[in-house]
Nanobody, 128 residues
Framework: QVQLVESGGGSVQTGGALKLSCAVS???????MGWFRQAAGKEREGVAT???????EYADSVKGRFTISRDNSKSTVYLQMNSLKPEDTAMYYC???????????????????????WGQGTQVTVSS
């Protein structure tokens, strides 16, 4: 059973930056890791994903501003968020997927349905 714990959320002004961390019990090796967010009254949406070979995918709304990375030696996944906007305000969740292997690489997209393990979330609030 994989357990995920997010940290690093907080309140910042427009244009500010935050770095979220996701600590994974066990190892991140062999998992595709993703970051998702859910704003009040909206559905959960994919923000970024990093495959087991460190390939990445981003939602159009965050490309060029957010960077996902992983440190398998620390069993931790990060989301560096720069140039934050009020529309980035949401609860941010870390998730892990292991079910799809393509060419020896564990991959998953930005759909929450592809992820089996979830953290409890960390709140990010961006004020104008």
């Amino acid at each position: 059973q994989v357990q995920l714990v997010e940290s690093g959320g907080g309140s910042v002004q427009t244009g500010g930056a935050l770095k979220l961390s996701c600590a994974v019990s066990g190892s991140t090796y062999g998992y595709c890791m993703g970051w998702f967010r859910q704003a009040a009254g909206k559905e959960r949406e994919g923000v970024a994903t990093i495959h087991s070979n460190d390939g990445t995918e981003y939602a159009d709304s965050v490309k060029g501003r957010f960077t996902i990375s992983r440190d398998n030696s620390k069993s931790t996944v990060y989301l560096q968020m720069n140039s934050l906007k009020p529309e980035d305000t949401a609860m941010y969740y870390c998730a892990a997927a292991s079910g799809k292997v393509v060419g020896g690489v564990v991959v998953a997209g930005l759909s929450p349905d592809e992820y089996a393990y979830w953290g409890q979330g960390t709140q990010v609030t961006v004020s104008s």
